[in-house]
């Protein structure tokens, strides 16, 4: 036992960094879809970014999925070869996929800062602020 040990705790660190990963990559999926939510003017440019990182962020989901659920079938077969073909390949895809799909992400919302007018936003908070004591003092004056 003590000389699987290594081996083994080797693929639990593995595990715990496929599921870091797979949890910044489904945060970032989420983050992202808030994008389509908000009145941000958005660019040809920046949504062909956001779409591409949406589905590179899909396949690393998808790859980290298939990574972790090989663990622990290596674990329970005694099996600590960190180079199993059936965990290595989808954990590559599973990170060059996170890297391009948050590369791509960032350069989207990086597009969106660069476009967005800071008079827009100027002029939306002073609406609220001119048509919030309109509101304020029509129920009292009823």
């Not at 000389?3 to 992202?32: C, H, M, R, W």
């Not at 956001?50 to 099996?79: D, H, K, T």
């Not at 969106?112 to 003092?137: A, H, M």
């Amino acid at each position: 036992m003590h000389a699987n040990a290594p081996g083994q705790a080797g693929l639990e660190k593995t595990a715990d960094f496929v599921n870091y990963i797979l949890a910044l990559a489904t945060g970032s999926l989420v983050f992202s879809a808030e994008l389509i939510k908000k009145d941000y003017p958005m660019s040809a440019g920046a949504r062909d970014l956001i779409l591409a990182s949406w589905l590179l962020l899909a396949v690393s989901i998808f790859c980290g999925i298939l990574a972790y659920m090989r663990i622990p079938v290596m674990i329970s077969e005694a099996n600590h070869d960190l180079e199993d073909k059936f965990m290595t390949v989808p954990g590559r895809i599973q990170q060059i996929a996170f890297l391009f799909g948050m590369l791509f992400l960032g350069l989207a919302l990086a597009i969106l800062l660069w476009n967005r007018s800071l008079n827009n936003s100027e002029t939306k908070s002073e609406t609220k602020k001119d048509c919030s004591p309109c509101v304020i003092q029509s129920p009292a004056g009823a």
